[in-house]
């Protein structure tokens, strides 16, 4: 059975940090690009960064640049989202999901039907 969790969300203030992780089973993890997408209340999903495998290349939305970092570890199936100087305007509902390696560009890793598996979310809430 194919699964990817994910864990790590909670409650934070304005300006912290938290790490997400997604754990992987049931596909060859190797084979596939990892990306992190989000969903605030009222609104669409969006791309938040991916990942990929051969050459670990990344990607990341605009306005998590500079503050949110994605890794993975193919040791244990699992990818990072270790998110700083966290926003109000960041609450939202996260998910990982899964697409075979070498589906994503630069301008086409945050479209969200070329993704294969997806988790069932976890929420991130930051206070002002």
């Known amino acids: 059975e194919v699964q990817l969790v994910e864990s790590g969300g909670g409650l934070v203030q304005a300006g912290g940090s938290l790490r997400l992780s997604c754990a992987a089973s049931?596909?060859?993890?190797?084979?596939?690009?990892i990306g992190w997408f989000r969903q605030a209340p009222g609104k669409e999903r969006e791309g938040v960064s991916c990942i990929s495998n051969s050459e670990g290349g990344t990607y990341y939305a605009d306005s998590v640049k500079g503050r949110f970092t994605i890794s993975r570890d193919n040791a244990k199936n699992t990818v990072y989202l270790q998110m700083n100087s966290l926003k109000p305007e960041d609450t939202a509902v996260y998910y990982c999901?899964?697409?075979?390696?070498?589906?994503?560009?630069?301008?086409?890793?945050?479209?969200?039907?070329?993704?294969?598996?997806w988790g069932q979310g976890t929420q991130v809430t930051v206070s002002s």
């Open positions: 999901a899964a697409v075979p390696n070498g589906a994503t560009t630069d301008s086409s890793w945050s479209v969200i039907f070329m993704y294969r598996y």
């Open positions: 049931g596909f060859s993890f190797d084979d596939y690009e």
